[in-house]
T-cell receptor, first 118, second 116 residues
């Protein structure tokens, strides 16, 4: 099946620093990628929808200036958590929708990134 | 917007028994319903999906049923094995005729534990 690679899998950073997370579709093109946040024992909460070559669409309550999303190519989207604080500690997961199978709406997920802000 | 409820939140079954997880959705326009399995520390993996033009779909030990009238769909796992232990999420979205799709709305998850 299709593979979505997400890096890093785990990152620890100091408060006030920025962290970049990469999401790559390895064997398919993805015009649309999604970024989710997941707290322990909770469901996935959509943060933003990333479309290749255009600005991301953020969900209500998500600060676009804090969570910067770039989707510069059909296989790569990045999420940058700027000026991270302890409350930003969470599990971040990306997913990608196969462009060629767009009508099927199949979303493939990355393995997630666990962010710990000290 | 769409709201998806999922039950139970936890489920413990003995190896070999069947497990059933149920979800209800609110938006009658939703027509695509995937199920994801998430193991500890990993991202969700699609295990089966169903579209509103069918009432049931089966893939080996896994099956999904859909009742459009009642707006609920269920995941059935037969002959459960320890490796089936994970968190399972249902989701719903709308597929357009031109290939467009709305965002996935996830259920709250079910933690399945298969005991020996």
């Amino acid at each position: 099946g299709a593979v979505v690679s997400q890096h890093p899998s785990w990152v620890i950073c100091k408060s006030g620093t920025s962290v970049k997370i990469e999401c790559r579709s390895l064997d398919f093109q993805a015009t649309t990628m999604f970024w989710y946040r997941q707290f322990p024992k909770q469901s996935l909460m959509l943060m933003a929808t990333s479309n290749e070559g255009s600005k991301a669409t953020y969900e209500q309550g998500v600060e676009k200036d804090k969570f910067l999303i770039n989707h510069a190519s059909l296989t790569l989207s990045t999420l940058t958590v700027t000026s991270a604080h302890p409350e930003d500690s969470s599990f971040y997961i990306c997913s990608a929708r196969d462009s060629l199978a767009g009508a099927k709406n199949i979303q493939y997920f990355g393995a997630g990134t666990r962010l710990s802000v000290l | 917007g769409e709201n998806v409820e999922q039950h139970p939140s936890t489920l413990s079954v003995q190896e070999g028994d069947s497990a059933v997880i149920k979800c209800t959705y609110s938006d009658s326009a939703s027509n695509y319903f995937p199920w994801y399995k998430q193991e500890l520390g990993k991202g969700p993996q699609l295990i089966i999906d169903i579209r509103s033009n069918v009432g049931e779909k089966k893939d080996q030990r896994i099956a999904v049923t859909l009742n459009k009238t009642a707006k609920h769909f269920s995941l059935h796992i037969t002959e459960t094995q320890p490796e089936d232990s994970a968190v399972y999420f249902c989701a719903a979205s709308i597929l357009g005729n031109t290939g467009t799709a709305s965002k996935l709305t996830f259920g709250t998850g079910t933690r399945l534990q298969v005991t020996l």
